[in-house]
């Protein structure tokens, strides 16, 4: 399941994904091509699952600023 936030000409996509047998929680930016499809770009981050929450946290308590 994924979640897309509009920003602007971009979107901010985040998804649970799975590399070699481990779980992640990836933030990443996406554009979209000629087609209107959206590519992801090098711009983002893969989360291991047992932090997630605790970096979730952390930005919830920095937006609060």
Same mark, same amino acid.
């Given at each position: 399941?994924? #979640?897309?936030?509009?920003?602007?000409?971009?979107?901010? +996509?985040?998804? =649970?994904?799975?590399?070699?047998?481990?779980?992640? $929680?990836?933030?990443? #930016?996406?554009?979209?091509?000629?087609?209107?499809?959206? +590519?992801?770009? =090098?711009?983002?981050?893969?989360?291991?699952?047992? $932090?997630?929450?605790?970096?979730?946290?952390?930005?919830?308590?920095?937006?609060?600023?």
């Amino acid at each position: 399941m994924a #979640k897309d936030i509009k920003t602007g000409k971009n979107t901010i +996509r985040v998804q =649970k994904s799975e590399y070699k047998g481990y779980e992640f $929680v990836d933030v990443r #930016k996406f554009y979209e091509d000629d087609e209107g499809e959206l +590519r992801p770009t =090098k711009k983002g981050i893969a989360l291991p699952l047992d $932090v997630a929450d605790e970096v979730a946290d952390a930005i919830k308590e920095a937006n609060k600023g």
